[in-house]
């Protein structure tokens, strides 16, 4: 079925006239007469009675012109909703995050993202590192935050920026007044990790800060999720070292206070599949880097929460 013949039948039925509907078509009366009938032809329906007066619809012209509208209308937002997406305009977006991100990072790109391309349709979850890389490769992430460039090949990367650690203190702490303190000084208070299992790379670091400044930290909590450090900071149960964005996260009887004495900081990369970017994902990855266009490691200061 030709749709321009569809086209030409839902105009005649509407003007109910050949000569208007000829002009309204911008063809002439006799290719319009001929389309009409290879339609009736193919649909083995009569969908006009014609005489030398009028036009007039049978009853199965008026319930086919009905559909007929309905499903131009559709093809034609269909056309305009599919261009949108070719242009990155439109469409859907899974985006996973590892938790600290969502106090600085996060907000900002999505909000910059989203005045530009208001009808994309965005889908966020919060996942470790470990987790997000099997859905990235299989396609049901198309980007995410990471603390490590991925390596697998399938994949691709930038890394977005580096933020230094502070520590997170009980404020009743000896030292949570100081501007800055010595890793080496928390020597002898109990550590709150995130577990190896779900974020190795950041529990590995935290790790490797404390033997670098000559002790092995005593270890009271392991956790599934960064915040929940915070929170057991709060409840008195140790200390922890956290990515400074996680400042955001205020909570009584907290203080961050910065570190004077560790120059490593905690990455952030974007990752994405290498060969099958949508234009959605292709846009998101432009509005990352034009929203954060170099490093931002010197965050420091301390702050209570």
């Known amino acids: 079925m030709n749709l321009r013949h569809v086209h030409y039948f839902v105009t005649l039925a509407e003007e109910l006239n050949f000569t208007r509907a000829a002009a309204r078509c911008h063809i002439e009366q006799a290719p319009l007469s001929r389309a009409i009938k ?23 012209g008026r319930l086919f012109c009905d559909c007929a509208r309905v499903a131009l209308e559709e093809l034609e937002l269909g056309a305009r909703r599919a261009r949108r997406a070719q242009e990155g305009a439109a469409g859907q977006l899974t985006i996973a995050h590892v938790g600290s991100t969502v106090y600085e990072l996060l907000p ?24 997000q890389i099997p859905g990235l490769i299989a396609g049901d992430i198309d980007v995410g935050f990471v603390r490590v460039a ?33 890793l080496g000084e928390l020597a002898s208070s109990p550590f709150i990790t995130l577990m190896r299992s779900p974020a190795p790379s950041l529990h590995q670091q935290v790790l490797d800060l404390c033997r670098k400044a000559g002790f092995e930290p005593r270890i009271a909590q392991e956790v599934e999720q960064i ?16 990515p400074a964005s996680l400042r955001k996260l205020s909570i009584r009887s907290v203080c961050y206070v910065p570190l004077c004495d560790v120059a490593e900081q905690v990455e952030v990369w974007l990752a994405w599949p290498r060969e099958h970017a949508s234009p959605v994902t292709q846009a998101f990855l432009q509005c990352a880097r034009e929203t954060l266009p170099g490093p931002r490691g010197a965050q420091a200061g301390g702050r209570r929460a």
Do not use: M
Not at 38 to 60: F, Q, S, Y
Not at 108 to 131: A, C, N, Y
């Open 150 to 182: 991925p390596g697998s090949g399938q994949l691709a990367a930038t890394r977005l920026y580096a933020e230094p650690f502070v520590c997170a203190i009980p404020d009743w702490h000896p030292l949570a007044g100081r501007e800055s303190v010595a």
């Open 38 to 60: 290879t339609l009736e032809r193919e649909l083995g329906l009569t969908l006009l009675i014609r005489n030398t007066r009028n036009v007039e619809l049978t009853p199965a």
């Open 108 to 131: 900002s790109i999505i909000r910059t993202f989203k005045r530009g391309h208001p009808r994309v349709d965005l889908r966020i979850r919060q996942l470790t590192t470990r987790e």
């Open 227 to 242: 915040e929940s450090t915070v929170g057991l900071v709060a409840s008195g149960i140790g200390v922890a070292l956290v």
